[in-house]
């Protein structure tokens, strides 16, 4: 079935085109075994509920879209501010599809495609492992930025940080504090994007310094809340207690992860970083003005932004482009983390 409508979802469910709005909208009055039904009806035939995808059928074929996966991110919010003014600087319109977790967004920019003609796709987030079979199927070029991805082939390129390798560098910094007991709270155990490279190098640090890996000191996201969000750093940190393991040091692949971590330290009566020390990933404004301020990796997003619409022209020019542009992080040492003494660790 070819571009299928709300109202054909509606016909192969049986149900009424209000119930299956309600379904894609999480209104809670509607049954859950009926929600199912739609949801998977919705993934089967590839429907794009979302309006501005919709309404991409009106707009002419100078348009970019811009797929992100994770908006709850705080990380993707100042980058989306620098695509949208990029891309309408040189005269292109600018379209912000926001992609479901469940959803696979190489299905999505298809539909997209099919729905009205592209010059490119910006993928904001989401899996590193794209099979190569679906990419293929998009005939306009397209930027992975924030994940690296060595493995693809095709009209694309990458733009990222090492995120193995600046992950491994904090855990580095973390064990020279004297940490050797160090709790990560992760992305969940199916991620195949950031997080997964994230836990990588904290594995590997592990390694480098003889450090024996404690798999009970990974604590995994799980599905109901959002992965980069505070919410989930307090409830992973809330599970990492109830525990009762060992540990001096916290270090939550993201910002927003390690504030809600501190916020559950300080419910438990503990205190940041006299009794644990916690660091991040990202460099969000608001790990510097949080108290205590947290140690973390920088990434440069104002710059990471400019260089994905810069080759996304580039590539729409059928100019040669670097594959893989790698940006170098920075790390920030904060208030919340600390050196502690032989006897501690």
Known sequence: MDQITIKDVARLCGVGVSTVSRAINNHPDINEETRQKIM???????YVPNNSARNL????????????????????ADMIQVFEREIKKRKYSFVLQHVE?????????????????????????????????????LKVPFVISTVDDEKLSGNY????????????RMVDYLISCGHKKIALLSAGKQDASIGKLRFEGYRKALEEHGIPYDEELVIWSHEGLPTYSMENGYALTRELLETGKKFTCIY???????????????????????????AG?????????????????RQPRKEMAEAT???MFDLIKNKPVEKRQLFDGNLIEGQSTKRILEEWK
């Open 40 to 46: 998977d009806t919705i993934r089967q035939y590839n």
């Open 57 to 76: 059928k009106r707009s002419d074929s100078r348009t970019i879209a811009v797929l992100i996966k994770g908006i709850s991110n705080p990380f993707f």
């Open 101 to 137: 977790e469940f959803e696979d967004e190489a299905d999505v920019a298809i539909q997209l495609e099919k729905e009205k003609k592209l010059k490119g796709i910006v993928f904001l987030g989401g899996l590193s492992s794209h099979r190569q079979e679906k990419l293929e199927q």
């Open 157 to 168: 390129t990458t733009v990222s940080v090492d995120n193995e390798k600046e992950s491994c």
């Open 252 to 278: 939550a692949v993201s910002d927003s992860i390690a504030i809600g971590a501190c916020k559950a330290l300080f419910d438990a009566g503990k205190r940041v970083p006299d009794d644990y020390s916690v």
């Open 281 to 297: 990933f990202d460099g969000l404004p608001i790990a510097a003005y949080y108290e205590p301020s947290i140690t973390t990796i």
């Open 309 to 311: 619409i810069r080759l």
